[in-house]
């Protein structure tokens, strides 16, 4: 069985099972609600099983009909698992706007919710100057520090948002208004960038000098110099 939190395949194993009063007595359904426990993240998640009876002369014959996951509610986005790096401020308005635009289809309001924790975060982590958003991407641009694959994407939000046509877009970000073709995923597309670039990069580099550094201290040898960080 795959996790439906951390999605780790486990050996499944039932913790419990609750088996409630048939749901309409004019079928010959059973039901049962297992609970598993994920022996990874320890979390527990409930599903509801249907099962039939075959009538033969022996005596009703169980057999499994279906399965169906009732908790956690799972969500079907189209979109990767945000990497766990990435602080839940971030990643919880990245995967509503992941919702918005894979389950809800609204493009609209999925750029909204992109726009806004992109403009957060360029002033939370990248510590640009509170402005508008397009002059706080002109800004982050201007510094060089993105990968240039990385700084061609964020310049071309501005283009296909259209933010001179549009200044609402650049001042208010969160303001659910019309969108250009692709910009919805353009804008994901960004912000999966900047993730891996300010939090996954950082963390993994990070774990590997750690793992270094014990070698050097085994061997009685100082540690790596650590450069001062940009940002």
Not at 58 to 75: D, K, N, Q
Not at 134 to 140: A, C, L, Q, R
Not at 198 to 207: C, E
Request: charged residues 30%; aromatic residues 6%.
């Amino acid at each position: 069985m795959i996790c439906p939190y951390c999605q780790i395949g486990y050996h499944d194993r039932i913790e419990e099972e609750f088996r409630p009063k048939t749901i309409d007595e004019n079928e010959a359904l059973g039901w049962i609600i297992k609970l598993r426990k994920c022996p990874e993240c320890k979390k527990l998640s409930l599903t509801l099983e249907k099962w039939g009876y075959n009538l033969t002369t022996a005596g009703p014959v169980p057999y499994f009909a279906s399965s169906i996951l009732i908790y956690p509610v799972v969500r079907n986005t189209l979109r990767s698992k945000c990497p766990p790096e990435v602080p839940d401020r971030f990643a919880s308005e990245y995967r509503e706007a992941c919702d918005c635009l894979d389950l809800a289809n609204s493009p609209k309001a999925s750029a909204a919710l992109s726009r806004r924790c992109l403009q957060s975060l360029l002033r939370e982590v990248a510590k640009v100057k509170h402005q508008d958003l397009s002059k706080e991407i002109d800004e982050i641009i201007k510094r060089n520090e993105l990968p240039s694959d990385l700084a061609d994407l964020v310049d071309a939000i501005r283009g296909i948002g259209n933010f001179a046509a549009h200044p609402i877009k650049s001042e208010h970000t969160n303001e659910i208004i019309p969108v250009e073709p692709g910009e919805a995923e353009l804008s994901l597309n960004i912000l999966e960038g900047l993730f891996d670039f300010y939090f996954v990069r950082p963390a993994s580099l990070a774990k590997k000098m750690a793992e270094i550094d014990k070698k050097l201290a085994e061997s009685g040898k100082p540690p790596l110099k650590k450069r001062n960080k940009s940002i």
